[in-house]
């Protein structure tokens, strides 16, 4: 038998774009209930970075000091280790924002934050282990969505469906939105060695002839991407997995007494790098934000921060209307109209680093890799370091939280 529920917004997704569009809107008043497909938040190699920007939204709601009491490491600056020679390129510390620093923490503890803090709000609901089959749409307008769930399917009745699913949205497809592919030459193996006492605490990423390596500091291990091109995991592969393991060390020499920690490539994953873009985001009744909307590289780290700048914007263009139930059509392309120029202009940038990054670095040649001027600048002159900060940690037209008197 098929349960029934009807919401003012349904959200489809819980990461970061939907449980913090979730929190804003149960904060509102508005009746919000956020579906996530799994039965927990717990699934490695997701982003971890947790930028200056959200830093900062989590200080207007409050929540900063007890964000921050949750497991985390800081970087303070960004370095990339050239051809055994390291340029710091970017100081968090000149960036004109409350923290300082990029905290960086496993997502399912930004997620699981962000559902008990939302908890006090009685008008925002999770559901978990509920997953979208299909949208309800009656002459062109989406009315709603059909899910299963642990105890049968369930028919949800909605002013407003977001979805927040990511790069595989369930949503957009369902919606036959259509998506422009701006662009990604990469892919990354992902996978987790050990830290140890001694190890560079502010290096982030090792480029070498042939190859990149980036290591993110998880405080009592490394979450390490090794850059390929693009179906490139065939050949890597072949090779072998020794051939894989000194490929590591070369790159990251600190690295050597643990790559044998990798036992097998079970415990290296693909992730399908993608760049893109929906050329609408929304339709009478829906609304994409986050990677439904906006697939990002993860040069920079900076999907997330974006994906909850997305929600911000939401919450403030929509969260009045939807609780008072006065919302229009044409509000919903506000979202898009708000953020469509920062996702352009970090897509650009990041499809810049790649083009001229990554081709001499994957192009199997064995040939010296030559120092880029600007990085030398950078590292010659601290005081410009603020600028590639302020990109990465801030980015463009930032979003800020209203009042909770305004959004109530």
Same mark, same amino acid.
């Given at each position: 038998m098929t349960q029934n529920l009807k919401v003012q917004c349904c959200i489809v997704g819980g990461g970061p774009a939907g449980m913090m569009l979730g929190y804003l809107l149960g904060? @509102?008043?508005? %009746?919000?209930?956020?579906? =996530?497909?799994?039965?927990? $938040?717990?699934?490695?190699?997701?982003?971890?970075?947790?930028? #200056?920007?959200?830093?900062? &939204?989590?200080? =207007?709601l409050g929540l900063l000091d007890d964000f921050l009491k949750q497991p985390h !490491?800081?970087?303070? @600056?960004?370095? &990339? =280790?050239?051809?055994?020679?390291?340029?710091?390129?970017?100081?968090?510390?000149?960036? #004109?924002?409350?923290?300082?620093?990029?905290?960086?923490? #496993?997502?399912?503890?930004?997620?699981?934050?962000?559902?008990?803090?939302?908890?006090? $709000? #009685?008008?925002?609901?999770?559901?978990?282990?509920?997953?979208?089959?299909?949208l309800l749409e009656t002459e062109g307008r989406v009315m709603g969505l059909q899910a299963t769930?642990?105890?049968g399917p369930l028919e949800i009745h909605a002013d407003l469906v977001v979805g927040c699913d990511g790069r595989t949205s369930t949503v957009r497809e369902a919606a036959a939105f259509a998506v422009e592919d701006v662009g990604a030459p990469i892919d990354v193996l992902w996978f987790r060695l050990s830290k140890k006492p001694g190890d560079p605490e502010q290096v982030l990423g090792h480029l070498g002839r042939d190859k990149m390596l980036v290591t993110i500091n998880r405080t009592d291990y490394w979450q390490c991407a090794y850059v390929i091109s693009k179906g490139g995991i065939e050949r890597v592969h072949a090779s072998g997995l020794e051939a894989f393991k000194r490929a590591v060390v070369d790159a990251?020499? $600190?690295?050597?007494?643990?790559?044998? =920690?990798?036992?097998s490539f079970d415990?290296?994953?693909?992730? !399908?790098? !993608?760049?893109?873009r929906l050329t609408t985001w929304s339709k009478p009744g829906l609304l994409c934000i986050g990677d439904a909307a906006h697939a990002m590289s993860p040069v920079g780290g900076v999907g997330i921060n974006l994906a909850v700048q997305d929600a911000v914007a939401t919450a403030? &263009?929509?969260? @009045?209307?939807?609780?008072?139930?006065?919302?229009? %059509?044409?509000?919903?392309d506000r979202i898009r109209e708000r953020r469509l120029f920062p996702t352009k202009v970090i897509q650009r940038m990041q499809v810049t680093i790649q083009n001229r990054l990554f081709p001499p670095i994957l192009s199997g040649e064995n040939r010296t890799l030559k120092v880029p001027w600007v990085m030398k600048l950078l590292d010659r002159t601290p005081w410009l370091q603020r600028w590639p900060a302020q990109i990465v940690g801030v980015g463009v037209r930032p979003e800020h939280v209203r009042s909770l008197e305004a959004a109530t």
């Open positions: 904060r @509102a008043g508005v %009746d919000t209930l956020v579906l =996530e497909k799994h039965a927990d $938040f717990l699934r490695d190699f997701r982003g971890d970075t947790v930028h #200056p920007s959200t830093l900062q &939204i989590m200080q =207007e !490491s800081e970087l303070r @600056a960004l370095s &990339i =280790e050239i051809e055994d020679r390291c340029f710091q390129i970017a100081d968090f510390s000149r960036v #004109p924002t409350t923290c300082h620093f990029i905290a960086v923490m #496993p997502q399912w503890d930004f997620l699981n934050f962000m559902m008990e803090k939302g908890r006090r $709000f #009685p008008t925002l609901k999770l559901m978990r282990s509920t997953q979208m089959t299909s769930t642990l105890d990251a020499k $600190f690295l050597s007494d643990r790559v044998d =920690e990798l036992k415990d290296v994953k693909l992730l !399908s790098v !993608s760049i893109d403030n &263009i929509l969260a @009045a209307k939807l609780k008072a139930g006065t919302l229009r %059509d044409r509000d919903l």
